[in-house]
């Protein structure tokens, strides 16, 4: 319950919360029952005919899973969410939930490995095609769109090339083709940062194994956006079932208290790794979005509060030298997580970007140099001593 008077977004954060029962409980129970039962047959009846509200069964919701999704529903301004068992289980469902045979998606080619086998290997199964356009080049995005195009998808920024699209330009692009879904993955700036809906964006998704968690803890998506729209994803859901656990959902409401305080950390110490790297002399490129040298950076100031947690940059010496670098490093761990409160290192090109062609791969700024920082919650010192110590015994 949210009190009465108008609150700001951090508290609603803390204080929205399920209904309390009848034990007065302070902190949310764990709602951990695969069903809930009806006062009588009548009721039963009445709740499976959607007559009257209530909760049937955990695979359809819970009121963990509903916390969490009111929660993030609030942040994006959105009119309705649904929770999923992982990042991909959302993104999924937000494509084959909607789309049918003979439909074609028109995608940003800057995206996330999985997303891209969703689009080239599993989706064309089912008659459904897709075709790819490139962030830098908004120019072109309107003739590649097809009488058959149902949805427009992309990340922004981008997963690991932080390319950014220009979302008031594609709010804009809607109003000519009001029938295309605009679908865009906000994973990567949070809710906090960036809210895509506020541009005429249709639905967002996340990966809120992500920053949405924070410490790497458990798995879990999200789509919210239009109802509409989401009543549709319901009916996908119901039927297929990539639900989020109760406790999952659990921990990610508890995580959400927290996530301005922790994207405000990642964030400068981001900027402050990414101003590191840009004058350093073993490296190449550097792209953060908050930073002056970033192509897009005046778009990054326009639509994103602050440059989140990941940098990217190539280091010089290519493939072996990233290995290198990467094995000297001593307190940043490689792992292909990120969001984490521990900063995490990652070659995309042979581990999150793998299954793409070394031309699929530099279409997207991903060089066999490029490595992935995604920025903790360390003390920030202890953060550019470990990147610099690792610069140099990787030379």
Request: charged fraction near 25%.
């Amino acid at each position: 319950m949210i009190d009465k008077f108008e609150m700001n977004e951090q508290s609603k954060l803390i204080r929205i919360q399920a209904e309390r029962s009848q034990n007065r409980e302070h902190s949310v129970p764990l709602y951990l029952t695969s069903s809930f039962v009806f006062d009588d047959a009548e009721q039963g009846r009445a709740v499976f005919a959607d007559e009257e509200e209530g909760i049937i069964y955990s695979r359809y919701s819970n009121p963990n899973t509903t916390e969490f999704i009111d929660k993030v529903c609030m942040l994006e301004g959105a009119e309705a969410g649904l929770a999923f068992s992982s990042g991909m289980a959302a993104v999924f469902a937000s494509l084959a939930g909607l789309l049918r045979s003979g439909d074609h998606v028109l995608a940003c080619r800057s995206i996330f490995g999985s997303t891209h086998q969703l689009l080239t290997q599993l989706l064309p199964r089912w008659g459904i095609t897709s075709s790819y356009v490139d962030a830098l080049e908004p120019e072109t995005w309107e003739a590649a769109i097809r009488p058959e195009t149902k949805m427009i998808f992309l990340e922004t920024p981008s997963n690991p090339g932080l390319e950014l699209v220009d979302l008031e330009w594609l709010g804009g692009l809607k109003k000519k083709y009001p029938h295309i879904i605009l679908n865009v993955d906000n994973c990567f700036a949070t809710p906090y940062l960036q809210k895509p809906l506020k541009y005429g964006i249709d639905l967002v998704s996340h990966s809120a194994t992500k920053y949405m968690d924070g410490q790497g803890r458990v798995l879990g998506g999200l789509v919210a956006g239009r109802a509409d729209l989401i009543k549709e994803l319901m009916f996908f859901i119901r039927h297929t079932g990539p639900a989020m656990s109760a406790f999952n959902a659990w921990i990610f409401s508890k995580s959400l208290e927290t996530l301005p305080i922790r994207m405000d950390r990642h964030c400068s110490s981001a900027l402050k790794l990414a101003e590191l790297l840009d004058v350093h002399e073993e490296i190449e490129v550097v792209r953060y979005p908050h930073l002056p040298s970033h192509p897009q950076y005046e778009l990054a100031k326009r639509q994103m509060k602050q440059g989140g947690g990941v940098v990217t940059f190539i280091v010089k010496g290519g493939f072996e030298r990233a290995k290198k670098f990467l094995d000297a490093l001593e307190m940043i761990l490689i792992t292909s997580n990120l969001g984490d409160s521990r900063t995490i290192g990652t070659h995309p090109a042979s581990t999150t970007h793998s299954k793409l062609t070394e031309q699929e791969r530099q279409a997207i700024g991903i060089y066999p140099g490029s490595i992935r920082i995604s920025v903790g919650l360390e003390d920030v010192d202890d953060i550019l001593n470990d990147v610099k110590q690792a610069l140099e015994r990787s030379k």
